[in-house]
């Protein structure tokens, strides 16, 4: 793999966020044998060493961002390198600087929460967000694909540490911690502190305080009375703290996966007029309570809702569970897996394949996995194969790269309004994320080009990565049947679940 390279900034107004969840994916991509390289106009020390810690180097650009300027700086920076992908993070970038970008011949990941742009020409345009969805992305290229929904939430490596964790809920919160993004241009912490004057005094406290926040003396002096008080000034280990507290106030950016990840609790601030649909939609679920923007949330309505909280041990565990539930922690390496596998194409099967799927059928893990794990003689599979591309019953399709190298295969039995399904990857495809783009692209042809209504699949229990990608693609697990004599577990999609 080649370097990624990556379009954010942080200064005192915009925050830390989009360049927090860009290294959630440079990890990612490094963690695959890549490189990654961040273009920033300029890197505060903190962000810095931040990005640095993680083996990520900086280039300075002397642009303001989102200009035409700044876009032809960041091409020529990386036109001259060995490259994979460009990633563009902030609300500076529109659809102008994708065009110049596009234009100029490089592949394009674009990350948005609101559709702000006037148009979209990027490859690839992610939100994470649980609010996400085409309608904010109709002024796109056809050849743009999207990444939407939660199912992509960007996490830094490490939170994934503690995935198999479980929280605690006392009775009673006693640990209260306080995290409002890496600026907070509106003082809102100066609130919440004003807050624990008269609703906290019990709560032992922790307050994290920006790395791109100037008023941390400021914050200091209105703390000063609080002896249950502590001040970290931009803390690297958010995970642990995270983990350590019982319940927080944040601010209803990306933090919030990582508190949703970590089933912690929490009262949410809107920092940012596109953070206002990220916080309805956790209060909706019963993920998190919403105290709208700043503006609204007065020292008052932190104390009320702070006293609510504290004492409901019932409430809190209700937000844990649905917190945990809607994140996986998997979403950066998604990302990475679809810019890996961009450029998938499919084409119907022919005679000249028929060497191809015998060596892929054959391969021993693959034979590992079948429902008959003897090896297929040549001739057997030659009669078999030309049985299939003349039974019209039979749809078979291989998927290619963008370099037209054959990835895997996939093939559909129609019965009625229902077709069987059956996959095969080539075997230097597999594990890296093409299994769930070739299956969407698939189902997608199918049920563009066939009256199913339904596509059932059909796994060994101990078959991991097979029962992975079909949960990945958004098919149902249904539970078991007998296949050729031994237990399966039972897939289905409908043809409205089709996931991109």
Known sequence: MRTLFFRADADSRIGTGHVMRCLAIAQAWLDRGGKAVFLMRQARSGIRARVEREGASIIELGCEAGTSADAEQTVRQVAQRERDWLVVDGYQFGGEYQDVIKSAGLKLLFLDDCGHCSHYSADLVLNQNLHANESLYARRN?????????????????????????????????????????????????H?????????R???????VGASNPRYRQLQQAAAGLERVSMIENASNMAE???????????????????????????VIDLAENQRPVSRELQRLGAAVDLGDAAEATSVRIAEALSALVGSRERRTAMSAMGRSLID?????????????????LRRAGEGDCKLLWDWANDPEIRASAFSPEPIPWESHVSWFRAR?????????IALNAEDVPVGQVRYHLESDRAVLSVNMDRQFRGKGYARRVLALANQKLFETSDAKFIDAYVKPENAPSLRAFGNAG????????????EAVHFVLERNGIHS
């Open 202 to 208: 019990d709560l032992q406290t922790t307050i994290l």
């Open 241 to 267: 703290r995270m983990a350590e507290a019982d319940m927080a106030v944040a601010g209803a950016g990306s933090t919030c996966w990582e508190l949703c990840f970590l089933g912690l609790p929490a009262i």
């Open 389 to 397: 591309l003349a039974d019209r019953a039979s749809l078979f399709f």
């Open 142 to 190: 056809a050849e743009t694909e999207l990444l939407l929904g939660a199912h992509y939430a960007l996490l830094r490596r490490e939170f994934l540490r503690w995935k198999e964790w479980t929280r605690t809920i006392p009775d009673r919160a006693r640990k209260l911690l306080v995290t409002l993004g890496g600026s907070d241009p509106d003082n809102v912490t100066e």
């Open 192 to 200: 919440v502190i004003e807050a624990l004057k008269s609703a906290g």
């Open 329 to 345: 922690g998997r979403g950066a390496s998604r990302v990475c897996q679809d810019m890996e596998s961009r450029g998938l194409r």
């Open 475 to 486: 098919f149902r697990r249904i539970g078991t049947r007998e296949v050729k004599g031994e």
